[in-house]
């Protein structure tokens, strides 16, 4: 899917960044975590409760970027005019974050 604009209109600050990457960072670790479990042949609900952890931070992350492509990014497109391919876009996006 080709998307509006190949940068954002706003860019995120940094601390913006950091916290996304931090969280990113965590969600890294929990699968680390869960491949050792794997290698460990730990309790299979164990592991499915940790996927289950990782699922929800993820979904966290995506509805914070949502948010924010929201409040910035297509709130800028219906200024300009080009609100409706902004919320088309958006509409495919959440289609496939739905799945």
């Given at each position: 899917m080709d998307s509006l604009h190949e940068h954002t209109l706003?860019?995120?600050?940094e601390t913006e960044k950091?916290?996304?990457t931090n969280r990113l960072k965590r969600i890294e670790g929990q699968v680390r975590g869960i491949q050792k479990m794997?290698?460990?042949d730990r309790y299979c609900v164990d592991i499915l409760v940790q996927i289950s952890a990782i699922n929800s931070a993820l979904k966290r992350v995506g509805?914070?970027?949502?948010?924010?492509?929201?409040?910035?990014c297509v709130s800028d497109a219906v200024k300009?005019?080009?609100g409706d391919e902004a919320i088309e876009e958006?509409?495919?996006v959440l289609h496939q974050f739905t799945k």
């Amino acid at each position: 899917m080709d998307s509006l604009h190949e940068h954002t209109l706003k860019p995120r600050t940094e601390t913006e960044k950091k916290a996304v990457t931090n969280r990113l960072k965590r969600i890294e670790g929990q699968v680390r975590g869960i491949q050792k479990m794997i290698d460990e042949d730990r309790y299979c609900v164990d592991i499915l409760v940790q996927i289950s952890a990782i699922n929800s931070a993820l979904k966290r992350v995506g509805f914070e970027v949502a948010e924010r492509h929201v409040k910035h990014c297509v709130s800028d497109a219906v200024k300009s005019g080009e609100g409706d391919e902004a919320i088309e876009e958006l509409m495919d996006v959440l289609h496939q974050f739905t799945k």
